[in-house]
């Protein structure tokens, strides 16, 4: 068992699971933010999510306090040989060296949601600094200054692009603060 506190950032705790010889947490390598936003979320990747290992939640209100993780035995040298290659394949497929929010946009129906912004004919459309990145048509990067306003400009230039072309609907992933 991990018990984490939960501010302790995802990243930290595979590391640290490995460390200790634990498998069950490598697919959450590169996942940016903490166990507890991560378990609020239910964060996944590669076929996984963190609901599969949680055992215990305390909470006080709301708030989720700390987390009590249910990892198995491990071979240390395999789960780095397992972190290399999700860590690549994310360096490969996403635009990781400018700021985004990650994905914009659930997957709906089986399609990956950047396939359709792409077949859409929307890779690198920029409303101010914000572009649909080249590499992922699902992230929206930060050239240099973009505002929240072009964002949320080009999200809405998406949704109506996508449900005029092929008639679907795109939900937001992500949460809006503040709007
Ligand atoms: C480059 C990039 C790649 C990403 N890849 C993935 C991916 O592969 N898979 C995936 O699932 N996500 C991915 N994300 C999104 C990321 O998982 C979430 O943003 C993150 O897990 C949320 O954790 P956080 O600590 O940042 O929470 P925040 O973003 O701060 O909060 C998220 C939500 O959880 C709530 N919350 C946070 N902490 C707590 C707490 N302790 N108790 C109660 N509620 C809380 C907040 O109020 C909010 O509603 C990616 C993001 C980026 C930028």
Known sequence: MIKADAGVKLSDLVKISIDNNLTGLEWAIGIPGTIGGAVKVNASAFGSNISELVKDIKKKDNIIISVELEMKKGNKKESQKIIKKYSEYRKEGQP?????????????????????????????????????????????????????????????????????????????????LGF
């Open 96 to 176: 990781l060296e400018y700021p985004s929010a990650g994905c914009i946009f659930r997957n709906i129906l089986n399609q990956g949601a950047g396939r359709l912004i792409d077949q859409a004919g929307l890779k690198g459309t920029k409303i101010g600094d914000a572009m649909i990145s080249e590499k992922h048509a699902n992230f929206i990067i930060n050239l240099n200054n973009a505002k929240s306003k072009d964002v949320k400009d080009l999200i809405k230039l998406i949704k109506k692009t996508v449900k005029e072309k092929f008639d679907i609907e795109l939900e937001e992933e992500i949460q809006y």
